[in-house]
């Protein structure tokens, strides 16, 4: 059981727009930034999303992030065949002294 | 190019020991801090183990806590995980990543990531 709560998949037709919901609570997404990770098939996890929205270099702007309370989404528009990934949202929790990981939502591009 | 190199996974029975390494080049690594993660056969990300640019401050997982040690040794650019009492449980892949931020209200985020080695744990 993750700390961070995810679907476990969401699927798009191309040129969609999609979002994955992460949710928390006060001790983790409420009092810390949140990350996000893609993790495409039989490769290690990639950062996607940094301090809530910010994209790092290389990242198109087709990916967004957002926080608001203790959840935060991550919305894919203009759904490519090259975003069929496994997604994940983490953040620092302080009560438990650790990072914490949602369990990860597959995308499914139709 | 920023790189990080995991090795030491293989194949040990319950109750034994096994020690992780990742190499780091690229950047000054003792200026960052460092983590581990896992990902178990099929499974999402596990956060198992941080440790602070100078090695002071280290924190672990509860499902690791007592059993595994992490380290750093800033003059080799290198970064362990010895894993000790191991369990069916703890097969996984384990990453090596580097932890950033800009400041303190930036937070801090994992980039990049090695690209695990394979722990099995099978009798």
């Known amino acids: 059981q993750s700390v961070l709560t995810q679907p476990p998949s969401a699927s798009g037709t191309p040129g969609q727009r999609v979002t994955i919901s992460c949710s928390g609570s006060?001790?983790?997404?409420?009092?810390?930034?949140v990350n996000w990770y893609q993790q495409l098939p039989g490769t290690a996890p990639k950062l996607l999303i940094y301090?809530?929205?910010q994209r790092p270099s290389g990242v198109p702007d087709r990916f967004s992030g957002s926080k608001s309370g203790t959840s935060a989404s991550l919305a894919i528009s203009g759904l490519q065949s090259e975003d069929e990934a496994d997604y994940y949202c983490a953040t620092w929790d302080d009560s438990l002294n650790g990072w914490v990981f949602g369990g990860g939502t597959k995308m499914t591009v139709l | 190019e920023v790189q990080l190199v995991e090795s030491g996974g293989g194949l040990v029975k319950p109750g034994e020991s096994l020690r992780l390494s990742c190499a780091a080049s690229g950047f000054t690594f003792s200026s960052y801090n460092m983590n581990w993660v896992r990902q178990a056969p099929g499974k999402g990300l596990e956060w198992v183990s941080s440790?602070?640019?100078?090695?002071?401050?280290?924190y672990y997982a509860d499902s690791v806590k007592g059993r595994f040690t992490i380290s750093r040794d800033n003059a080799k650019n290198s970064l362990s995980l010895q894993l000790s009492s191991l369990r069916a449980e703890d097969t996984a892949v384990y990453y090596c990543?580097?932890?950033?931020?800009?400041?303190?209200?930036?937070?801090?985020?994992?980039?990049?990531w090695g690209q695990g080695t394979l722990v099995t744990v099978s009798s």
């Open positions: 990543a580097r932890q950033r931020q800009y400041s303190t209200s930036s937070g801090s985020w994992f980039d990049p």
């Open positions: 301090s809530n929205n």
């Open positions: 006060s001790s983790n997404i409420g009092s810390n930034t």
């Open positions: 440790i602070s640019s100078g090695g002071t401050y280290i």
